[in-house]
Nanobody, 117 residues
């Protein structure tokens, strides 16, 4: 079992920045990759960014150049630095951890990010 706790959401003006954190606990050595997804009202959940155990990263098209995912293995935490935020970035942001054996996705409770003027 893996537990995930997100933090760092809030309200920010367009053009502003936020940093999200996701701390993992439990069977952390079984985790292959961790990442961020988001879901806006009435839309499907979409990939924001993921980072593998070896540090390889992948971003959603909208995130490239504005968002940066990173990890601190010493504290079992990943971060999402979000810059140049836009109104359309408003969503609930979820942290996910993938464990390959058995194939399981663990999700955090979500943190609200609201971009508003």
């Amino acid at each position: 079992q893996v537990q995930l706790v997100e933090s760092g959401g809030g309200v920010v003006q367009p053009g502003g920045s936020l940093r999200l954190s996701c701390a993992a606990s439990g069977s952390i050595f079984d985790i292959y990759d961790m990442g961020w997804y988001r879901q806006a009202g009435g839309k499907e959940r979409e990939l924001v960014a993921i980072i593998s155990r070896l540090g390889f990263t992948e971003y959603g098209d909208f995130a490239a150049g504005r968002f940066t995912i990173s990890r601190d293995n010493a504290v079992n935490t990943i971060y999402l630095q979000m810059n140049s935020l836009k109104l359309e970035d408003t969503a609930v942001y979820y942290c996910k951890a993938f464990v390959p054996v058995p194939s399981t996705n663990y999700w955090g409770q979500g943190t609200q990010v609201t971009v508003s003027s």
